[in-house]
């Protein structure tokens, strides 16, 4: 069983559409939790950063973390072509080592 | 403020040769880490350091990787003797310190033929 199991998708949703995409972990250390966006052939870009349980919530993105049954979310609201990229979860027990999953790529059609 | 800078953005290298990559941190930050990335897989960590010391390289294939960060000039991830399984986006990443955010740069791929 992998650390941290992410949907690879393709997930595909009109314009306008809210998108949930999400993640499930093994290890129960685990308290910084991330995601970021990967445009085809670029870096990862910082989403979201989070430390613990709870919400965040910063413009169009909302991070949940649910320690109790280790599955953390990220909601898009309004999404647009150009959130169209590759969705990395990632975590770690203390931000030295991240663990990553494997990405759910999102397709935002006009 | 540059982000996290890396070169090449490309390197092809023949199986049996060395293969540098370059890592520049942003200003200010001390801590660099090296992913790797391999076509329809997350980013595997390699390795972390601050300047001069390796603080985590449980990640590292145990033969031909190496990583240093020196005191002036940028982190270098050293692959020798490279072979096609080697071939990767190799992604590099910075942060201020412990338990702050990680900013990566936009990889080099690393073509082995």
């Known amino acids: 069983q992998k650390e941290v199991e992410q949907d690879p998708g393709p997930l595909s949703v009109p314009e306008g559409a809210i998108v949930s995409l999400n993640c499930t972990y093994s290890?129960?250390?685990?308290?910084?939790f991330m995601w970021y966006r990967q445009y085809s052939r670029k870096g990862p870009e910082l989403l979201m950063y989070?430390?613990?349980?709870g919400n965040k919530e910063d413009g169009r993105f909302t991070a949940q973390v649910d320690k109790s049954s280790k599955y953390i979310s990220l909601f898009i609201r309004d999404s647009q072509p150009s959130d169209s990229a590759t969705y990395l979860c990632?975590?770690?027990?203390?931000?030295?080592?991240?663990?990553f999953g494997t990405g759910t790529r999102l397709q935002v059609f006009p | 403020n540059a982000g996290v800078m890396q070169n090449p953005r490309h390197l092809v290298r023949r199986r049996g040769q060395e293969a540098r990559l370059r890592c520049s941190p942003m200003?200010?930050?001390?801590?660099v880490y090296w992913y790797r990335q391999l076509p329809e897989e997350g980013l595997k960590f390699m390795v972390y350091?601050?300047?001069?010391?390796?603080?985590?390289e449980s990640g590292m294939p145990k033969e031909r990787f190496s990583a240093e960060f020196p005191k002036e000039g940028p982190s270098i991830l050293r692959i020798q003797q490279v072979v096609r399984g080697d071939s990767a986006a190799y992604f590099c990443?910075?942060?201020?310190?412990?338990?702050?955010?990680?900013?990566f740069g936009q990889g080099t791929r690393l073509t082995v033929v």
């Open positions: 350091l601050q300047k001069e010391n390796i603080i985590d």
């Open positions: 200003k200010g930050h001390s801590h």
């Open positions: 989070t430390y613990s349980s």
């Open positions: 290890n129960s250390a685990f308290q910084y």
């Open positions: 990632a975590m770690s027990e203390n931000t030295d080592k991240l663990i």
């Open positions: 990443a910075s942060s201020s310190g412990v338990n702050t955010e990680a900013f």
